[in-house]
T-cell receptor, first 113, second 111 residues
């Protein structure tokens, strides 16, 4: 029972490089989320999805893109990495908006130098 | 817009004491409220989920209460242990499909 799986766990990028953070869940959850957590700060929502083919912006979407072609996968794309994107990124999923529990991946620690 | 506040931001207590962590929210039309634990450098672990129709939920030494009318939830930890040291976050799904988090309470249990 894998739950929510994020890859990679760690990554160092140079300014201007691109990368995709992968997130997969095996619980058949409709709702998926991407958060970033800066040191000593709370979680800020980047993008979310309520089902395959549907995505929407959260609080801090600039510099990121997402897609949701399947129920299981919700990749987060950084096109032109900037030092301000140095953070820990968490993916989460939820069966539905209502009375269900949210599950989190273990995070991807990204450093942009 | 739902706003979630957690007080205090940090708390240090001697081992063995009972303690209460607070979470307040501005929109009482909630579906549920979830408490998480986060250890340094780690992901979030779900502790308790309280449905909007429930008043409290218990798991071992943890008890979470919910008062929608006052926009408050508390997490009670009984007989605290050094292993309880972590950051505790509360989170609520909003009417706009987003899950909103408080900034957390950083708890340190002194041996």
């Amino acid at each position: 029972n894998a739950g929510v799986t994020q890859t990679p766990k760690f990554r160092i990028l140079k300014i201007g490089q691109s990368m995709t953070l992968q997130c997969t869940q095996d619980m058949n959850h409709n709702y998926m989320y991407w958060y970033r957590q800066d040191p000593g700060m709370g979680l800020k929502l980047i993008y979310y999805s309520v089902g395959a083919g549907i995505t929407d912006k959260g609080e801090v979407p600039n510099g990121y893109n997402v897609s949701r072609s399947t129920t299981e996968d919700f990749p987060l794309r950084l096109e032109l990495a900037a030092p301000s994107q140095t953070s820990v990124y968490f993916c989460a999923s939820n069966e539905e908006r209502g009375n269900t529990e949210a599950f989190f991946g273990q995070g991807t620690r990204l450093t942009v130098v | 817009k739902q706003e979630v506040t957690q007080i205090p931001a940090a708390l240090s207590v001697p081992e063995g004491e009972n303690l209460v962590l607070n979470c307040s929210f501005t929109d009482s039309a909630i579906y549920n409220l979830q408490w998480f634990r986060q250890d340094p450098g780690k992901g979030l672990t779900s502790l308790l989920l309280i449905q909007s129709s429930q008043r409290e939920q218990t798991s071992g030494r943890l008890n979470a209460s919910l008062d929608k009318s006052s926009g408050r939830s508390t997490l009670y930890i009984a007989a605290s242990q050094p292993g309880d040291s972590a950051t505790y976050l509360c989170a609520l799904p909003g009417r706009d499909d987003k899950i909103i988090f408080g900034k957390g309470t950083r708890l340190h249990i002194l041996p």
